[in-house]
């Protein structure tokens, strides 16, 4: 038994740091056998547990140690609709892995790895249209096209219902296309997942922005019969310190969508953002390792993680954290900005540099006493500020659920963060209206998303199924 779980093979950090193309290359399929031979087949299986929307995992690595790949996807989407994303996206080193038993002793069984070399496997070697449900006469409108708006439309779209997913956005996908880079999630993965709901029956409506189009009344109005909200949490938070307005500060929300989703990473963009210079992104979160590895591959000399915290403190993945750092990024932590500073030319004022970012003002911290949850809040360290030149700023500081549909909606109950209110079942206040995801709990993980789209299906079909 092979006390380590195989490596991922990836591009090489000097070679991937100056392109899009997807970091991890995969596993073989002769390396797939072998990293599920070190499953131990548990009886209890806890790793199911830890899984938000309970993948049957031994199952699964059972058939890709017998080498029969499509029983193991088969497995995988009985519950599972975004096995290629969830393979790449998912944090499993705190959810199932975390769980596995051969991590008691040694590393856990990877897998996430052998997820996505299931769902890869799939995608290239098998052409199959999804069985269609006959309608049942019901349906179904899904506001947002994220994972757990995608989610909850095939899981209700596979029972027969009737399935509309509207989305604000061009392209479906939400955080998956525009939040998401290509390094971490190729795009061609989300289509051929879109792809497969619109084989189910699912239709897929963008470009409609729910709260100004079209409202969730006038959804129930047009004969939708159930509501789900899915949209995510897209409003950015800010650090309100002077120079946020300068030009060259994005929040990490526009920095992302401009390059994935509306390619600013070309030569002639029609949407474009600021490249080459120095880089500070403030933040460390997933979504901040994303803003940073993407301001390198577009050209960045410096770039800068600026986190108020320490290391041990610090949220992304460690996997993405590894990766930012063998690719370059200079992790400025126990360091908190004050200020972004201006390059101002007041001798000439139609240099086009006026207005904008020259600096960043920062201020050294340490951790203080424990709380009484155990977390040691960072305090300033008086007199130690300091610059860091900089040419553009993203502030990666987390998100919140976009106001406008609590705004519009008759009846919907939000939480003191805008968060909409939900019971276990992912039922809102307002019968027949439901909601899951970044919506509810603020910005989270996909799996989770996944899951809550999931639970919210099963209550959906539960609530149309009886009498209403």
Same mark, same amino acid.
């Given at each position: 038994?092979?006390?380590?779980?195989?490596?991922?093979?990836?591009? @090489?950090?000097?070679?991937?740091?100056?392109?899009?193309?997807?970091?991890?290359?995969?596993? !073989?399929?002769?390396?797939?056998?072998?990293?599920?031979?070190? &499953?131990?087949?548990?009886?209890?299986?806890?790793?199911?547990?830890?899984?938000?929307?309970?993948?049957?995992?031994?199952?699964?690595?059972?058939?890709?140690?017998?080498?029969?790949?499509?029983?193991?996807?088969?497995?995988?989407?009985?519950?599972?609709?975004?096995?290629?994303?969830?393979?790449?996206? &998912? *944090?499993?080193?705190?959810?199932?892995?975390?769980?596995?038993?051969?991590?008691?002793?040694?590393?856990?069984? #990877?897998?996430?790895?052998?997820?996505?070399?299931?769902?890869?496997?799939?995608?290239?070697?098998?052409?199959?249209?999804?069985?269609?449900?006959?309608?049942?006469?019901?349906?179904?409108?899904?506001?947002?096209?994220?994972?757990?708006? +995608?989610?909850?439309?095939?899981?209700?779209?596979?029972?027969?219902?009737?399935?509309?997913?509207?989305?604000?956005?061009?392209?479906?996908?939400?955080? +998956?296309?525009?939040?998401?880079?290509?390094?971490?999630? *190729?795009? !061609?993965?989300?289509?051929?997942?879109?792809?497969?709901?619109?084989?189910?029956?699912?239709?897929?409506?963008?470009?409609?922005?729910? #709260?100004?189009?079209? !409202?969730?009344?006038?959804?129930?109005?047009?004969?939708?019969?159930?509501?789900?909200?899915?949209?995510?949490?897209?409003?950015?938070?800010?650090?309100?310190?002077?120079?946020?307005?300068?030009?060259?500060?994005?929040?990490?929300?526009?920095?992302?969508?401009?390059?994935?989703?509306?390619?600013?990473?070309?030569?002639? *963009?029609?949407?474009?953002?600021?490249?080459?210079?120095?880089?500070?992104?403030?933040?460390?979160?997933?979504?901040?390792?994303?803003?940073?590895?993407?301001?390198?591959?577009? #050209?960045?000399?410096?770039?800068?993680?600026?986190?108020?915290?320490?290391?041990?403190?610090?949220?992304?993945?460690?996997?993405?954290?590894?990766?930012?750092?063998?690719?370059?990024?200079?992790?400025?932590?126990?360091?908190?900005?004050?200020?972004?500073?201006?390059?101002?030319?007041?001798?000439?004022?139609?240099?086009?540099?006026?207005?904008?970012?020259?600096?960043?003002?920062?201020?050294?911290?340490?951790?203080?006493?424990?709380?009484?949850?155990?977390?040691?809040?960072?305090?300033?360290?008086?007199?130690?500020?300091?610059?860091?030149?900089?040419?553009?700023?993203?502030? @990666?500081?987390?998100?919140?659920?976009?106001?406008?549909?609590?705004?519009?909606?008759?009846?919907?109950?939000?939480?003191?963060?805008?968060?909409?209110?939900?019971?276990?079942?992912?039922?809102?206040?307002?019968?027949?209206?439901?909601?899951?995801?970044?919506?509810?709990?603020?910005?989270? !993980?996909?799996?989770?998303?996944?899951? @809550? #789209?999931?639970?919210?299906?099963?209550?959906?079909?539960?609530?149309?199924?009886?009498?209403?």
């Amino acid at each position: 038994m092979e006390p380590k779980k195989h490596e991922m093979p990836s591009q @090489a950090p000097e070679v991937r740091a100056h392109n899009f193309s997807e970091v991890a290359l995969g596993y !073989t399929a002769e390396i797939a056998v072998e990293e599920a031979k070190r &499953c131990l087949n548990c009886k209890n299986q806890p790793c199911v547990d830890a899984c938000p929307v309970n993948i049957s995992i031994p199952e699964f690595i059972m058939h890709i140690k017998e080498g029969d790949f499509l029983s193991a996807y088969h497995v995988i989407t009985r519950t599972s609709s975004l096995p290629a994303v969830c393979g790449r996206v &998912c *944090p499993q080193e705190t959810q199932c892995e975390s769980r596995c038993t051969m991590g008691i002793k040694f590393e856990p069984v #990877g897998i996430g790895r052998l997820e996505r070399f299931v769902a890869d496997w799939h995608n290239e070697n098998v052409v199959e249209e999804p069985e269609r449900e006959a309608e049942n006469g019901h349906k179904v409108a899904v506001v947002g096209s994220g994972p757990s708006g +995608l989610t909850c439309a095939g899981d209700l779209a596979k029972k027969g219902y009737s399935v509309t997913v509207y989305e604000a956005l061009h392209k479906a996908g939400g955080v +998956l296309v525009y939040g998401i880079p290509e390094f971490r999630l *190729p795009k !061609t993965i989300v289509a051929k997942e879109i792809e497969g709901l619109k084989a189910l029956g699912v239709d897929f409506q963008t470009n409609v922005v729910i #709260g100004k189009t079209l !409202t969730v009344d006038e959804l129930f109005e047009m004969g939708y019969e159930a509501v789900f909200i899915g949209s995510g949490a897209g409003l950015p938070n800010f650090m309100h310190i002077p120079g946020e307005s300068l030009k060259g500060v994005y929040s990490a929300n526009e920095f992302l969508t401009r390059s994935n989703l509306m390619k600013a990473y070309l030569d002639d *963009p029609t949407t474009p953002i600021k490249k080459g210079g120095n880089v500070a992104v403030v933040g460390a979160g997933n979504v901040a390792m994303d803003a940073a590895r993407t301001a390198l591959r577009l #050209g960045a000399e410096n770039v800068y993680i600026v986190y108020r915290r320490s290391m041990e403190e610090l949220p992304a993945r460690k996997e993405e954290v590894e990766h930012a750092m063998e690719e370059g990024i200079q992790f400025k932590l126990l360091n908190n900005p004050v200020e972004i500073l201006e390059y101002s030319n007041p001798d000439d004022k139609k240099d086009p540099l006026n207005g904008s970012v020259r600096a960043i003002r920062c201020i050294q911290m340490e951790l203080g006493e424990p709380d009484e949850k155990g977390r040691r809040s960072p305090v300033p360290i008086e007199g130690s500020e300091f610059e860091i030149p900089v040419d553009t700023v993203i502030i @990666a500081i987390g998100t919140s659920p976009n106001p406008l549909i609590k705004k519009t909606t008759t009846g919907l109950e939000v939480n003191r963060k805008g968060g909409i209110v939900v019971d276990e079942d992912g039922l809102t206040s307002r019968t027949g209206l439901y909601a899951g995801g970044d919506a509810v709990t603020g910005a989270a !993980t996909v799996i989770s998303a996944m899951g @809550a #789209g999931k639970t919210a299906a099963a209550a959906i079909d539960k609530y149309l199924s009886s009498e209403h």
